[in-house]
């Protein structure tokens, strides 16, 4: 053996050993350098925050049960954290990602080894920055293939390509932020969203770089759609093509044949696009915009698009004829946006069998509210009031050392264990007109601890308070089974008779409705902290928000894996 060999030997032998691991081929290794790249879109240039100066970042390719290295190495001038969207990282909160909750952010010039540890997961998920804003411009796709010698529970498309769709302002996103913060109002609604980083033609300056998709007649393709967007859930469509669904958030569904999709920020939809129509002399838009849901929210009614091209044919394409747009449902179509997501059903097959809990041990009911609070005395900019939002009426304050490492090095006075299980102010939450006391929530980092292999139903509770709207709320650390939804207040009487525990589906963010509710269920089998929130960014940011702490089961293997020996440091 030459000592080149033996070098290499050695190093992978000391790569198994750190993890504790003898197995490890196929731990790929990729390494993420975030920082400032300049960007043109809509007509000026600015510098944005990117990973290995992509935008949207680079696609990591694994396949069902890998685990991955990512090196992030963080070159900008800004704090960052990066967050691997739906990967339930079993019992290694430690590389989750979200800022202040399982770790510090990694600071300018320092950098972070973070392991991504997939288990069931298999179809598209995403990666994107947990810190701030600044996921705005810092995300990418997770394609996860399944494993060798197993397939797809469809016929294998022709080509596959990640769609993500996303948000653009013509300011800065710090700047965005800060004046968010400051005005205590809504932020400014994003000048155009985009489709794989393009706003498309409807746009000035934007048409020579619009993504073009380009197929052959008779063939099918899988399209991996993401909603990367700040602050919006979306409609998508594609113009006269019907959208097969196959899957969402890493989890196969039965095939659903539709016009459109309603894609919630955090979600992720797999859809098989046949190319059937005839060969004219047009090409067919694909198109995103908003569902905007809240009375009186300003909202950005542009519409970004992209290009289905047929290959064949293209001769007779004359350069001037407009391409076909598709039909979506008008902005404020709540029932548009609801019907689709109460449509998805768990495939439910032999390979993929549905294990939604039936006896529940630790039944929540968390209400979701936008709020008001008073001003600061000493804000100048605030005026009169401010925006706040709040889970069972605390609003999340993000403490300065994250939660995970207070409760594992048992650090004090960093979080409460206090969260409370049903809302502490019962009211009629979906009422036309609410008195104002109701407004002002609480302030806490309160955590719920749940105890290892609790059986959870979880039912989250829209308000109208301030302004009924939609929240697609996300868990890290687990998928859910949503096994009911509706309009109004939830009966605990009625409702659960309605309930779906076939083939509900298996998803990490679910749009809650407008003035409604949904219920997801959940065995709590993976230890550790984990971050619950709304994936509306303003939401999130005024504390729509909590956390759940999952506690060690009594056997070695139920219990949290030890922390990595580059955390970074608060
Ligand atoms: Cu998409 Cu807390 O994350
Ligand atoms: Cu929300």
Redesign the pocket.
């Known amino acids: 053996m030459s000592l080149i060999m033996k070098i290499s030997v050695l190093q992978i032998l000391a790569l198994c050993i750190l993890d504790g691991v003898l197995h490890c081929q196929g731990w790929a290794r990729h390494t993420f350098v975030v920082q400032e790249t300049p960007y043109a879109r809509l007509c000026s240039t600015k510098n944005i925050l990117t990973v290995n100066g992509q935008f949207p970042g680079p696609t990591l390719h694994v396949n069902k049960g890998d685990t991955i290295v990512v090196e992030v190495h963080n070159k900008a001038n800004y704090n960052i954290t990066i967050?691997w969207?739906g990967v339930k990282q079993p019992r290694y909160p430690w590389s989750d990602g979200?800022e202040y909750i399982t770790q510090c952010p990694i600071r300018p010039g320092q950098k972070f080894r973070q392991k991504i540890k997939l288990s069931s997961e298999e179809g598209t998920l995403w990666w994107?920055a947990?810190s701030d804003w600044s996921r705005a411009t810092v995300y990418g796709a997770i394609v996860i293939h399944p494993k060798n010698g197993t397939s797809y529970p469809f016929p294998k498309p022709h080509a596959e390509v990640p769609i993500i769709l996303g948000e653009w302002w013509k300011k800065g996103i710090t700047e965005l932020y800060n004046e968010f913060r400051e005005s205590g109002q809504d932020p400014s609604v994003s000048d155009a969203y985009t489709i794989n980083g393009q706003p498309g033609d409807q746009y000035p300056c934007s048409k020579s770089e619009t993504f073009k998709f380009r197929v052959d007649y008779g063939k099918t393709y899988l399209l991996r759609i993401i909603n990367a967007a700040l602050q919006d859930i979306l409609f998508f469509g594609i113009a006269k093509h019907k959208l097969t669904v196959v899957g969402t958030d890493a989890s196969y569904t039965k095939p659903l044949k539709t016009d459109y999709i309603a894609i919630s920020p955090?979600q992720t939809i797999d859809v098989l696009l046949e190319a059937n129509q005839p060969l004219g002399d047009h090409d067919y838009y694909m198109a995103a915009k908003v569902y905007s849901s809240a009375n009186g929210v300003e909202y950005d009614n542009t519409t970004a698009t992209a290009l289905l091209h047929y290959n064949v044919g293209n001769d007779n394409i004359n350069p001037s004829s407009t391409p076909y747009l598709p039909n979506l449902p008008s902005y404020n179509d709540t029932n548009a946006s609801a019907n689709f997501t109460g449509s998805l059903r768990s495939l439910a097959d032999d390979d993929h069998p549905v294990h939604v809990p039936l006896n529940i041990s630790t039944p929540l009911i968390f209400t979701a509210s936008v709020n008001i609070f008073a001003c600061a005395s000493n804000s100048t900019s605030c005026n009169g009031t401010r925006l706040a939002a709040s889970m069972n009426n605390i609003s999340f304050q993000l403490p300065s050392t994250d939660i995970l490492s207070a409760y594992y090095y048992h650090i004090g006075g960093v979080y409460g264990d206090k969260f409370p299980s049903v809302p502490p102010l019962k009211f009629n939450f979906t009422a036309d007109v609410l008195p104002a006391y109701l407004l002002t929530p609480k302030t806490g980092t309160e955590v719920k601890v749940i105890e290892y292999n609790s059986t959870v139903e979880l039912v989250l509770q829209g308000t109208n308070l301030a302004a009924g709207t939609d929240h697609p709320m996300?868990i890290?650390g687990y998928s859910f089974y949503v096994v009911g939804w509706g309009f109004g207040n939830f009966d605990k009487d009625k409702d659960p008779l309605g309930y779906n525990l076939v083939d509900p589906p298996l998803q990490n963010t679910i749009a809650v409705p407008k003035n409604g509710w949904a219920a997801i269920r959940f065995k709590a089998n993976n230890p550790g902290v984990w971050?619950m929130?709304c994936?509306l960014e303003r939401h999130l940011s005024w504390g729509m928000d909590m956390t759940f702490i999952v506690k060690n089961g009594d056997h070695s293997d139920a219990q949290m894996l030890p922390p990595p020996p580059d955390m970074p440091r608060c």
């Open positions: 967050h969207h979200p994107h947990h955090g996300h890290h971050f929130h994936h």
